[in-house]
């Protein structure tokens, strides 16, 4: 079955600090990765995707995201963190086989909390 | 260029009621996907409308049911409601029948408690 998991439910880093946000996926074929954003009361705003090419893809806000096919990981980063980052951040899959093929399959959400 | 838009923003409603969710797409975009997001947890597909069909459909009952209009719009309803059903319901719009390589856009959502 396909799946996406984000091991660590909360991420606490300084405001100036690097930060990584780690997602591992498991799907049938040539994923088709994304990471979205949410902030509270708000809906999930997208940051970036990997579909195919350069395995270091940059997104939105400064964040960037590293694919490696052997450890089947697709981990988010930003070299600099800062407060206003801390949000609930989504790693997602597309859905590549059975009955909502297209769709999105996603990890539980990593808290991230940026202190000053 | 207006984005995602879902109404209500807010909803109460008690067990063995029936609602009622709208969605109006990113302009532009013919697809409305619709993911339920239970407190704590990440977003799960219910159902896929394209070209005014269900076209998808996740592990969700037949009591979550939807519909599509000819402007791309689209409808939620959930009949015989749950506590379990308590939840943020978040609408997603795309192109192609979610086959495009762009990304699916969200709107913020309407978050239904059950009482």
């Known amino acids: 079955a396909q799946s996406v998991a984000q091991p660590e439910d909360q991420v606490n880093v300084a405001e100036g600090n690097p930060l990584t946000v780690k997602c591992t996926y498991s799907?049938?074929?040539?994923?088709?990765l994304f990471w979205y954003v949410q902030y509270p009361n708000r809906g999930l705003q997208f940051l970036l995707k990997?579909?195919?090419?350069?395995?270091l893809v940059k997104g939105s806000y400064g964040f960037e995201a590293e694919f490696n096919k052997s450890q089947t990981s697709f981990h988010l980063k930003k070299p600099s963190a800062l407060v206003s980052d801390s949000a609930l951040y989504f790693c997602a899959v597309r859905d590549m086989e059975g009955g909502s093929q297209g769709n999105l399959i996603f990890g539980k959400g990593t808290k991230l909390s940026v202190k000053p | 260029d207006a984005g995602v838009t879902q109404s209500p923003t807010h909803l109460i409603k008690t067990r063995g009621q029936q609602v009622t969710l709208r969605c109006s797409p990113k302009?532009?975009?013919?697809?409305v996907s619709w993911y339920q997001q239970a407190l704590g947890q990440g977003p799960q597909f219910i159902f896929q409308y394209y070209e005014e069909e269900e076209r998808q459909r996740g592990n969700f009952p037949d009591r979550f049911s939807g519909h599509q209009f000819p402007n791309y719009s689209s409808e939620l309803n959930v009949n015989a409601l749950l506590l379990g059903d308590s939840a943020l319901y978040l609408c997603a719009s795309s192109l192609r029948g979610g086959y495009s390589n762009q990304p699916q856009h969200f709107g913020d959502g309407t978050r239904l408690s059950i009482l």
């Open positions: 799907v049938s074929g040539n994923p088709y």
């Open positions: 302009s532009g975009h013919d697809t």
């Open positions: 990997y579909i195919t090419g350069d395995n």
